[in-house]
């Protein structure tokens, strides 16, 4: 205890003899000649209170680097007792300033709490390191050479903490990112392959990557496939070369090469997934009545196909099979099919082709095509094209977007008017605001009267959006007070204002509010105090408010950048 306590031990090894701390023996001979070599002050100073003296044995084990190290572990970066001990066997702080100015840093990029906790229980040795010297510089070259932002700094530092801080700047990072600039040609290229994989800014680049490269490039792969790769899938690349032979092998034997296209992403889906998941992919194919070719020439137009789980496959089949009396061969020509989602593509053009078809609109037959078309495409061939002969194609094309429509309630609906949003974003949300205003009629025609205000309540709390009960309030508009909250109190309109004798508004008067807004019309914006608005009487369930809405909606057009 006294050897590894003493700052001096070297020599108060040589002076005591044996080597020990706990071993007698007295002085050596030679203790003449090197004491003539210390100090009389020095020695008075850090031997004599040592010899003999148990307090001052037990105060030097106080200062012990070890303990100081376990107590700023806890305190400081927020470790566990166990934690702590296991990382102060691989640092040992003899002092906590550089520590601290490393937290700092840690703090300064955004790290704080878990995320200190994470980088310091995995990489003990940064504590020891000067911030401004070692850390630092490696922080500039993520932000200027990559030109990462601290979020993405953080993100990658938080996978791989001990690489990306205690490596090499200058013998492993920077040789990384010039190779890998050269093979994928710009520094945005760097940033997307970095992202995806952060082994290739500090793993054995030239050894392991470059190797696999050169394979590529005999066996016909051009520099743009190469590209691809690495910025969709390098961990491919970065495999032990057998994996990667495998899986090159296997590819080839599905019919792709390394000069095609798909090959990029064909290759690397097979090398990331395990031969047994591949197995049993191929199974859930074949149990749905797929042959085992069906199943290749699927995996060769869209390799995604594999990727999907085996109970959105069974989903998505049993769908198309049953309604539509679909193929495995006509599936298997364009399986990105299985790739979209059932609930937000394939119900709702279903419901929307089929109402058309009943109409007599629709006389095709659905085909891939119509599912696979962008959403604004199908919007407007299908839905706005046909809204006004058929105003149920709206509904039905809303009820199955429910989950994906931002829910706007008639208190908020004349809001919308004097925003500017793109076609398909506004046909949402207009969507959205029919749905709303029908539930609110409907509520308000079968709930019984309100119960007795309150004395001192403002009128508005027995207006037409007070809640009714609990099993006559729509589902859709459980967040009707919380958007009123925030998007601020009904905007009245010309359109939809009560009129100043208080009495009830005749439907007739009801007309639709088109390109009614507040700045249309300044009056609406009297400073009023609220408790002495008239409530804005909704619209009629036979009014085409929504429809006028919806149509205005969608005929604004997006103002041009400058």
């Known amino acids: 205890m006294f050897l590894r306590c003493c700052p001096h031990h070297l020599k108060v090894r040589a002076l005591l003899g044996g080597g020990g701390g706990g071993g007698g023996g007295g002085l050596r001979k030679p203790t003449a000649q090197l004491l003539g070599s210390v100090p009389v002050t020095h020695f008075f100073k850090h031997f004599l209170p040592f010899l003999g003296n148990q307090a001052a044995l037990s105060s030097a084990a106080a200062t012990d680097p070890c303990s100081l190290t376990v107590h700023f572990l806890i305190n400081s970066c927020g470790l566990s007792e166990v934690e702590a001990t296991a990382a102060a066997a691989r640092v040992r702080l003899r002092s906590t300033k550089r520590a601290h100015a490393v937290l700092a840093l840690f703090r300064g990029l955004g790290l704080a709490g878990a995320d200190i906790t994470r980088v310091v229980t995995a990489a003990p040795p940064v504590l020891s390191y000067r911030a401004e010297r070692s850390l630092m510089p490696k922080i500039d070259f993520f932000r200027h050479d990559l030109g990462l932002s601290d979020a993405e700094i953080r993100r990658i530092i938080l996978i791989s903490p001990y690489r990306l801080l205690c490596y090499s700047l200058e013998k492993c990072f920077r040789p990384n990112y010039l190779l890998l600039r050269d093979l994928v040609g710009s520094d945005k290229n760097v940033i997307t392959a970095v992202l995806q994989y952060t082994e290739l800014i500090h793993g054995d680049v030239r050894g392991v990557l470059l190797p696999k490269v050169k394979a590529l490039r005999d066996d016909g792969a051009s520099d743009a496939v190469i590209v691809k790769l690495l910025t969709t899938h390098p961990k491919a690349l970065m495999h032990r070369h057998s994996l990667f032979e495998e899986s090159l092998a296997g590819v080839k034997e599905l019919g792709i090469t390394p000069s095609s296209g798909m090959f990029p992403y064909s290759f690397g889906l097979f090398a990331r997934m395990h031969p047994t998941k591949w197995k049993l992919r191929m199974n859930n194919y074949l149990s749905l009545g797929w042959t085992e070719e ?153 709930s019984p009267p309100h119960a007795p205000q309150r004395a001192g309540s403002p009128p508005f709390a027995t207006s037409a959006f007070a809640a009714p009960p609990s099993g006559l309030w729509p589902s859709s508009l459980m967040a009707e007070r919380a958007t009123t909250s925030t998007l601020g109190s009904p905007v009245a309109s010309p359109c939809n204002r009560a009129p100043a004798s208080g009495g009830a508004r005749s439907p007739a008067r009801l007309g639709p509010p088109v390109h009614c807004t507040a700045a249309a019309h300044p009056e609406t914006q009297r400073q009023t105090p609220r408790h002495a608005r008239a409530p804005a009487p909704l619209p009629s369930p036979v009014c085409p408010f929504g429809f006028h809405l919806l149509v205005g909606l969608c005929s604004s057009k997006r103002p041009r950048r400058p």
Do not use: N
């Open 294 to 446: 069906q199943v290749k020439q699927a995996f060769v137009r869209h390799p995604y196909c594999m990727s999907v789980s085996d109970h959105k496959v069974r989903r998505i089949w049993q769908f198309f099979a049953g309604k539509f009396g679909w193929s495995a061969e006509y599936v298997a020509g364009s399986p990105t099919l299985l790739s979209l989602s059932f609930e937000k593509r394939i119900l709702p053009r279903h419901a929307v082709l089929s109402l058309l078809a009943s109409r007599g609109e629709f006389k095709r037959i659905i085909k891939i095509s119509h599912m696979v078309m962008s959403e604004k495409k199908f919007v407007e061939r299908y839905v706005t094209s046909y809204q006004e002969a058929i105003p149920e194609v709206v509904e039905a094309y809303a009820a199955r977007t429910a989950s994906a429509v931002t829910v706007v309630t008639a208190a908020t609906v004349v809001r919308l008017q004097a925003v500017t949003l793109p076609p398909v974003t506004a046909l949402r949300r207009g969507l959205a605001a029919i749905a709303a205003t029908r539930a609110i009629a409907a509520a308000r025609a079968v």
